[in-house]
C-alpha cells in the first residue's frame, strides 16, 4: 500500500539525500582525487569532468549491490513491519544526521569517512527505535562487525597492494639510469594491467542492471583480456609515439589533440632549438613547490609562476590566507555593471549577485589550483615542516614522472569509478527506502532493486559538491600528508581503486577515505623514510574516523527519538 498521505517525507528525503551526496562529493570524492591533482596529473577542472564521466558509470553498473547492504543489513527492518511508515522517517533522520555531519565537518576542512557518517546515522535510528538489539552487530549477514571490520582492513589491504607496485615501479624503471624510455616502452603494459582491473570491476560477477552476471566464466575472462588488449595496443600506436616526441624529442609545440595523429609522429620533427636550455619545457614540473632544499633558486622557480608567493614565504613574510587565495583576481577590479546599488533583493542586484558574484566564485572555485594550496600554509611552522618532509622524499625527473601522469589519469579514472559503485549508495541506500516504502508499501528492500533514479539523482549531486565545494578538503591533503608526484600517486589510486571496488562486489560498504589514506601512507613509507610522512595530520584525519561515527548516530538517534516520542493532540502518550 503506497503512503503518499506522507510526500513531505519523501519529498524531504530528496533534499537531504542530496545534501548527503553533495558532502560527499566535497568531503570523500575530493579525499579520492587529491591525490592525482596533488601530483600535477590532473587539475581541478580535468578531475571534475571524469568525476561526472566515471562517478555515474560506477553508480549505474556497480551501486546497487552496495545499497542494498546499508539499507538491510545495519539494522533490523523487521522492527518497522507494522509500521513502513516509520521506518521512511528513520531513513529520513539518517539522511539529516549525515549529512549534517559531513557538510559541517567539510566546513571546517576535517576529511571524515562518509561511510561512517551514514552507517553511524543508521545505528543511531535504530538504537532509537528498538534499543541495542535492533542493531545487527554480529558477522551473520553483514552485519556491523563485518563493516567495521573492513574499515580496518581496507588501510590494510590499499597499503599492501599500493606498496607493491610502488616498489616495482621504483626499483624497476625509477631508480634505473635510463628510467625515462624504461616509463616510455613499459607504458603499455601498465596500460593494459590498470585497463583489466577496471574492466574486471564492471564484469566480475556482473551487474544486475547490464545482466552480466549471467556471463559464463570463460567469457568473463575473455572480455576482461580482449579490453585491456586493445588499450594496451592503443596506447603502442598512439600513447608511445606522443609521449616519445614530447619525453625524448623535447618537442614542446605538441598539443593535445596532436595525440590522435599516433604513428605519424614519429616522423614529426622537433623544433630546432628542442633540449636546449634556452628551450621552453616540453612537460612540466611535477614538483613545482615542492622542491628540495638544496635544488638552486634557478631551477626552483624557472618557468614557476608560483616561485613569487614561495619566495614571499622564504622570506619570513605572511603567506596569504586559504580565505584570500580563493578570491579571484577579478573581484578587486570595481565595474559599475558588478556594483550592488541598493536592496540586494532588487532584480538588478538578483542579476549581479548570480551572474558576477556566484557564477564567477563557483568557476573559480572548479578550476583553482589545488596542488599550489597543498604547498603553502598560513603558519610558519607548518611551512617549514612541509618543506622538510618533502626534501626528505627523492625527487625523480620530470620526464619519467610525465610518463606515469597518463597511466595516473586512467586510474583516477579506476579510482572514480569505485566511489561511485561504493560511496553513492552512502546517500542512495536510504533514499531508496524512503521511495520504495512511499511509492508501493515495500520495506523489505532485500528483493527490490533500488532504482536507477536515485542512483543518477545521487551521483549528480556528488559531482556538483566536488566541482564547487571539493577544493576545501583538497587543500588540506595530498601533499600535506606525503610528497606526491605521478610514479607515486597511481600506485596509491589503484592499491585504494582495486580495494574498494572488491570489497564493493563482495557487498562491504567499505571506506574509500580509509582506502586512499591508507595507500597513501603505505606509498610514503616506501621512501625509506617515516620522516615523509606528515604524522600529524595522519593522527587528525584517524581522529575524524573516530568521532564520525558517535557524532552522526547521535544527531540522527536523537531527532529520530525526539520526532516519534514527541506530544501531539489527540495522543495522551
Not at 208 to 226: C, E, Y
Not at 452 to 479: K, Q, R
Request: with cysteine; glycine share 10%; charged share 15%.
Amino acid at each position: 500500500m503506497p503512503y503518499h498521505q506522507y510526500d513531505y517525507i519523501f519529498a524531504l528525503g530528496l533534499i537531504f539525500a542530496f545534501a548527503d551526496s553533495y558532502g560527499i562529493g566535497a568531503n570523500d570524492v575530493a579525499n579520492s582525487f587529491a591525490t592525482s591533482v596533488g601530483s600535477r596529473s590532473l587539475t581541478l577542472g580535468q578531475a571534475v569532468i571524469l568525476a561526472a564521466i566515471m562517478e555515474f558509470v560506477g553508480a549505474i553498473s556497480a551501486g546497487a549491490r552496495v545499497t542494498s547492504t546499508i539499507r538491510n543489513n545495519i539494522i533490523d527492518i523487521n522492527l518497522f513491519k507494522n509500521d513502513p511508515a516509520v521506518l521512511m522517517l528513520g531513513m529520513l533522520c539518517a539522511l539529516v544526521g549525515s549529512s549534517v555531519w559531513v557538510l559541517g565537518a567539510t566546513k571546517l576542512r576535517f576529511p571524515v569517512s562518509t561511510t561512517h557518517s551514514i552507517v553511524g546515522a543508521v545505528i543511531g535510528v535504530g538504537i532509537a527505535a528498538g534499543g541495542t538489539d535492533a542493531v545487527k552487530w554480529g558477522w551473520k549477514g553483514n552485519g556491523v562487525a563485518t563493516v567495521f571490520a573492513s574499515w580496518g582492513i581496507a588501510p590494510l589491504v590499499s597499503g599492501g597492494f599500493a606498496s607493491i607496485i610502488y616498489l616495482v615501479t621504483k626499483f624497476g624503471i625509477m631508480e634505473r639510469q635510463n628510467s625515462t624510455i624504461l616509463a616510455l616502452w613499459s607504458g603499455p603494459f601498465f596500460f593494459f594491467t590498470t585497463t583489466a582491473i577496471l574492466t574486471m570491476v564492471i564484469v566480475y560477477k556482473g551487474s544486475p542492471n547490464l545482466g552480466l552476471d549471467k556471463l559464463s566464466g570463460q567469457t568473463t575472462a575473455l572480455a576482461i583480456v580482449m579490453t585491456a588488449l586493445v588499450v594496451g595496443i592503443l596506447a603502442i600506436l598512439f600513447w608511445v609515439p606522443y609521449v616519445h616526441a614530447k619525453v625524448v624529442k623535447g618537442d614542446y609545440t605538441l598539443r593535445w589533440y596532436h595525440f590522435f595523429l599516433g604513428p605519424l609522429l614519429w616522423r614529426r620533427p622537433a623544433p630546432e632549438d628542442a633540449g636546449l636550455a634556452t628551450a621552453p619545457d616540453a612537460v612540466p614540473d611535477y614538483y613545482r613547490g615542492h622542491h628540495n632544499l638544496d635544488t638552486p633558486d634557478e631551477v626552483k622557480h624557472a618557468h614557476d609562476p608560483e616561485s613569487a608567493v614561495h619566495k614571499k614565504e622564504a622570506d619570513g613574510s605572511e603567506s596569504p590566507s586559504d580565505d584570500e587565495r580563493a578570491q579571484p583576481e577579478a573581484a578587486a577590479v570595481q565595474d559599475p555593471k558588478r556594483t550592488i546599488d541598493g536592496p540586494w533583493i532588487y532584480p538588478r542586484n538578483l542579476w549581479i549577485i548570480l551572474r558576477y558574484k556566484i557564477a564567477e566564485r563557483i568557476w573559480y572555485n572548479a578550476t583553482r589550483d589545488v596542488a599550489s594550496d597543498q604547498a603553502v600554509s598560513s603558519n610558519a611552522k607548518d611551512r617549514e615542516r612541509l618543506r622538510a618532509m618533502h626534501a626528505r622524499a627523492k625527487q625523480y625527473p620530470n620526464k619519467t614522472e610525465h610518463c606515469f601522469s597518463f597511466v595516473q589519469v586512467l586510474t583516477a579514472c579506476t579510482a572514480s569509478f569505485a566511489h561511485g559503485s561504493n560511496d553513492v549508495a552512502n546517500a542512495a541506500g536510504p533514499l531508496s527506502t524512503i521511495y520504495l516504502i512511499w511509492d508501493s508499501g515495500n520495506f523489505t528492500g532485500s528483493r527490490s532493486p533500488t532504482p536507477v533514479w536515485v542512483l543518477l539523482f545521487c551521483a549528480a549531486a556528488l559531482v556538483i559538491g566536488l566541482a564547487t565545494y571539493g577544493y576545501t578538503i583538497m587543500s588540506v591533503l595530498g601533499n600535506r600528508i606525503t610528497l606526491h608526484s605521478p610514479s607515486r600517486g597511481y600506485t596509491m589510486e589503484l592499491g585504494a581503486a582495486t580495494t574498494v571496488v572488491l570489497a564493493s562486489q563482495l557487498g562491504l560498504p567499505v571506506s574509500t577515505t580509509q582506502s586512499i589514506f591508507g595507500a597513501t601512507v603505505a606509498v610514503g613509507i616506501c621512501n625509506g623514510d617515516l620522516s615523509t610522512i606528515n604524522w600529524r595530520m595522519c593522527l587528525w584525519v584517524i581522529f575524524g574516523w573516530i568521532l564520525t561515527v558517535p557524532c552522526a548516530g547521535t544527531i540522527a538517534g536523537c531527532l529520530f527519538g525526539i520526532i516519534i516520542n514527541a506530544p501531539r493532540f489527540g495522543f495522551a502518550g
